[in-house]
């Protein structure tokens, strides 16, 4: 029961700062938006026995894409300013709602088996030990944290004034 209530607390949460990052004007502050929606997501992921997914929803989203974004925010210059209204914001707002209509029709024509029983395991470490045990991806992981690395701070120079 507890564990129910955790999750429809999360997700009205992220639902919140979902849109708190589509309507605030202030950039800054729709990023911290998406910070919080994103560890709601994490949390809604722990609340479905996906620990992994919530580790990496956490390492990933909230610790390497947001600081991005906010180190993006914080080099430009009009932050306070938000985005300006734009001609194609009906255009826009009708996709959407044919989106979403699509979304919910796909949502009650799908049928989606439930299990009534948790994993009996942790999915972390069996995740772990076929990506970086005997024959893993250790390689690939470490040299596309290089690449990642290297490609900041050529941001970084590049972004900063002479």
């Not at 979304?103 to 942790?122: Q, R």
């Amino acid at each position: 029961m507890g564990l129910a209530i955790s999750f429809w607390f999360m997700a009205a949460v992220a639902i919140m700062a979902a849109l708190g990052v589509v309507l605030l004007r202030n950039v800054f502050r729709a990023a911290l938006s998406l910070i919080l929606c994103f560890l709601m997501v994490a949390g809604l992921y722990i609340t479905l026995s996906a620990d992994f997914l919530a580790a990496v929803q956490i390492l990933v989203y909230v610790g390497a894409i947001s600081v991005l974004i906010i180190l993006a925010i914080m080099m430009t210059r009009e932050v306070q300013r938000g985005s300006p209204n734009s001609r194609f914001q009906i255009p826009a707002f009708i996709v959407a709602i044919l989106f979403l209509e699509v979304l919910v029709l796909t949502l009650i024509n799908t049928p989606w088996p439930v299990s009534s029983l948790p994993p009996t395991a942790p999915t972390t470490s069996a995740l772990a030990s076929s990506l970086f045990g005997e024959g893993g991806y250790l390689l690939p992981v470490e040299i596309s944290a290089v690449l990642l690395l290297s490609a900041i701070i050529g941001a970084i120079v590049l972004a900063r004034e002479k």
